[in-house]
């Protein structure tokens, strides 16, 4: 009973994060920033390094750190004479070194470092669970407000603009969606991880998609699909949950290769 308890908790949270980086996701492939999530998921161990240090939950350091990171990049994203890749790779290197450095000199908490980097799905609490689905709910509902002009900036941001959609602020808004999900999904699959489930189970679902919204219903699919094969994977090989959820996010993406 206790076993079927704490598989139900994991594979809600799975689910969860599944449901909601399956559309952010196919936005993140169209628009080639699978760079962008797996630098704010590095700035995410400043983040709980921070939460420990001033009395915080982690959950809440993450989040602010985050959010504070995806804020800044948008800023600096037109600063001149530095491309998108490098300030990227400055900031997710520069907030990690931080993170650590942080981290270590709290000698009066124990930080299981293993268990941010890689996820620990398997200890997610029902309190866990309601804070998943709650924020997985909230980007939602910002992301279906925000679908139609995100979608034109993407396809053409000048074209965009001359339609009426401001362009900077919807692309801010969906930086900001990413950076609450990049909160959400470390407690699933860990820092080293989150990006995997932003890009794979979305470059999956685009091989067999023919429309915008049914690449983000199936990248759902295939995440979902992860999830629960992960889990079952994990249970079975007493493999670690969140490398196992993102190992079978890839094997899905490797049989989609084959339709191509």
Do not use: C, Q
Request: proline share 3%; net charge neutral.
């Amino acid at each position: 009973m206790i076993m079927d308890d704490f598989l139900m908790r994991a594979l809600l949270a799975g689910l969860a994060v599944a449901l909601v980086t399956g559309p952010l996701g196919a936005f993140v492939v169209w628009r080639r920033m699978a760079y962008f999530g797996g630098a704010l998921s590095h700035t995410a161990l400043l983040g709980v390094a921070l939460g420990f240090l001033v009395g915080v939950a982690p959950e809440l350091g993450v989040a602010f750190v985050v959010v504070a990171a995806a804020l800044m990049l948008g800023m600096l994203g037109s600063v001149r004479g530095l491309s998108t890749d490098t300030l990227l790779g400055i900031v997710a290197h520069a907030a990690l070194a931080v993170g650590m450095v942080v981290t270590a000199t709290l000698h009066n908490v124990r930080v299981d470092l293993m268990a941010y980097l890689f996820g620990d799905i398997l200890a997610v609490s029902w309190s866990g669970v309601v804070w998943l689905w709650g924020g997985a709910a909230t980007v939602l509902a910002l992301l279906t407000m925000l679908w139609r002009p995100l979608l034109n900036a993407t396809v053409h941001a000048d074209l965009a603009f001359v339609e009426g959609v401001n362009v900077r602020r919807v692309e801010l808004a969906f930086m900001l969606m990413l950076a609450l999900v990049v909160a959400l999904a470390i407690k699933v699959v860990g820092i080293l991880l989150v990006a995997s489930m932003l890009v794979i189970p979305a470059a999956s679902a685009r091989t067999f998609a023919r429309t915008p919204e049914v690449m983000g219903i199936l990248a759902t699919l295939f995440g979902a699909l992860a999830v629960g094969f992960g889990l079952w994977a994990s249970y079975v090989y007493d493999a670690p949950a969140g490398p196992a959820i993102v190992m079978m996010a890839s094997i899905f993406f490797a049989l989609s290769l084959i339709k191509r």
